[in-house]
T-cell receptor, first 113, second 114 residues
Framework: GDSVTQMEGPVTLSEEAFLTINCTYT??????LFWYVQYPGEGLQLLLK?????DKGSNKGFEATYRKETTSFHLEKGSVQVSDSAVYFC????????????FGGGTRLMVKP | DSGVTQTPKHLITATGQRVTLRCSPR?????VYWYQQSLDQGLQFLIQ???????AKGNILERFSAQQFPDLHSELNLSSLELGDSALYFC?????????????FGQGTRLTVV
């Protein structure tokens, strides 16, 4: 079945450090890929998405590129801030799954001043 | 604020009991989704309704059921509760039911079964 694997956390970085959170997927066909962010005590918010191979999603300084050849969608940010501390979820919607999201396990990011 | 409202925010109940979680979608959204977030299973899709009709079903137990009413709000009913049902239950809504439509999540209902 469809699945998403992302690096386990927590990831602890200093402010202004470079961030990479790895995400790989298994799915039939050509899924759409997403990153969601969950701040403490809140629901999930869509951070960015990409719907076809080689697309780059970007938002708030975060980027991720849909790599079909490596089935990956790694999240990157050049300079993290304390306010980026949250849990990040990689997710996919398979092309035969309506609008059902399949999530990875989540990666907690902690940014220290 | 996503515009999706879930009530109650917290619920504590005993094993064997039945509870109802409520979700009001964003204005104009026809689709409602329910997800369960637990420590051991992560975030899992339970069920989707679109304009009152069941559209997709995920890993939803037979003890659980849901419905979407004419005013588009939805309820998730959990019965014969077990300790393992303790989790955060999220509702999300989107405009349509089609592929990759952005879903907006509520803040969740934290259910604790004791």
């Amino acid at each position: 079945g469809d699945s998403v694997t992302q690096m386990e956390g927590p990831v602890t970085l200093s402010e202004e450090a470079f961030l990479t959170i790895n995400c790989t997927y298994t799915a039939t066909g050509y899924p759409s890929l997403f990153w969601y962010v969950q701040y403490p005590g809140e629901g999930l918010q869509l951070l960015l998405k990409a719907t076809k191979a080689d697309d780059k999603g970007s938002n708030k300084g975060f980027e991720a590129t849909y790599r079909k050849e490596t089935t990956s969608f790694h999240l990157e940010k050049g300079s993290v801030q304390v306010s980026d501390s949250a849990v990040y979820f990689c997710a996919l919607i398979a092309n035969n799954a309506g609008n059902m999201l399949t999530f990875g396990g989540g990666t907690r990011l902690m940014v220290k001043p | 604020d996503s515009g999706v409202t879930q009530t109650p925010k917290h619920l504590i109940t005993a094993t064997g009991q039945r509870v109802t979680l409520r979700c009001s979608p964003r204005s104009g959204d026809l689709s409602v989704y329910w997800y369960q977030q637990s420590l051991d299973q992560g975030l899992q899709f339970l069920i989707q309704y679109y304009n009152g009709e069941e559209r997709a079903k995920g890993n939803i137990l037979e003890r659980f059921s849901a419905q979407q009413f004419p005013d588009l709000h939805s309820e998730l009913n959990l019965s014969s509760l077990e300790l393992g049902d303790s989790a955060l239950y999220f509702c999300a809504s989107s405009e349509g039911g089609g592929l990759a439509t952005e879903a907006f999540f509520g803040q969740g209902t934290r259910l604790t079964v004791v």
